[in-house]
């Protein structure tokens, strides 16, 4: 029996057939030429096989050691900082590259008759 990293190593260099393709956009509602398949295909190759590489670390999932994560690779920094409200002039900005205006609102040919 093949174990998860050995599964996974096959199935990202196994190539991706047309037909799998064309089922992949058919989910996705996307409608491919021929030339885009070809070019989508290798695209997507390079994404299973980067999968596949992630894949092989261990990110304690399913060992109630998920928190732990990943959480080595941060050196002691903090990425996060504290969201705090400021104040925003941004819809002032806004109004003001109006080409026409009326007051803090914009005026505009009328799309719909009566």
């Known amino acids: 029996m093949k174990s998860k990293d050995e ?3 096959h199935d990202a260099r196994k190539a991706l057939s047309k037909e799998e393709l064309k089922h992949i956009a058919d989910i996705a509602r996307l409608e491919l030429s021929e ?5 989508f295909s290798s ?3 390079a994404v299973l096989e980067y ?6 670390y261990d990110t304690g999932e399913g060992s109630g050691k998920s928190e ?4 080595h ?3 002691g920094e903090e ?3 504290e969201d705090t409200p400021s104040p ?8 003001q590259n109006f080409s026409k205006r009326s007051g803090r609102f914009a005026k505009v040919v009328r799309g719909l008759k009566k």
């Open 7 to 9: 599964h996974a190593r």
């Open 35 to 39: 030339e885009e398949l070809n070019a």
């Open 43 to 45: 695209q997507l190759e």
């Open 51 to 56: 999968f596949s590489t992630i894949q092989k």
């Open 68 to 71: 732990k994560s990943f959480t």
């Open 73 to 75: 690779l941060l050196k």
């Open 79 to 81: 990425p996060f900082r």
């Open 88 to 95: 925003s002039d941004i819809a002032e900005l806004i109004v």
